[in-house]
C-alpha cells in the first residue's frame, strides 16, 4: 500500500530545477520549485529571498492570496516583491497522459 501512496504523490506534485538571479547580478542560484499549473502567479517565499539576499521592494498595498476554496492563505498578504530573472535549468522533457 505504501508504494501506491508514494507513486499517487508523484502524480500530484510536479517540482523542477529552475536558476534564479537578480538582474544586475551575476551569481545565480539554481531551486528546486513546485510547478503549480492552477496558480495564477509566482511566489517565492520570504524565507528563500532574505537566504539568499535578493533585493526585496515593499508593495504600496499587499496582496491578499486566496486558497482553491476561497479561504485566506494562512501566511498572510503579500507584502513583497523582488525582480529576478528564471530560467529553467534542467533541459528535460516530460510527456504524461497522453493516451488510453
Not at 16 to 37: A, M
Not at 64 to 79: E, H
Amino acid at each position: 500500500m505504501e508504494k501506491k501512496e508514494k507513486k499517487e504523490k508523484l502524480l500530484r506534485e510536479v517540482m523542477i530545477k529552475i536558476r534564479l538571479k537578480q538582474k544586475k547580478d551575476k551569481e545565480e542560484i539554481v531551486v528546486e520549485v513546485l510547478l503549480d499549473s492552477g496558480a495564477m502567479g509566482l511566489v517565492m517565499s520570504e524565507e528563500l529571498a532574505k537566504k539568499h539576499r535578493f533585493r526585496r521592494t515593499k508593495l504600496e498595498r499587499p496582496i491578499y492570496v486566496r486558497n482553491v476554496d476561497s479561504m485566506l492563505n494562512y501566511t498572510g498578504p503579500i507584502v513583497n516583491i523582488v525582480d529576478v530573472i528564471a530560467q529553467k535549468s534542467v533541459d528535460r522533457h516530460l510527456g504524461l497522459g497522453l493516451g488510453p
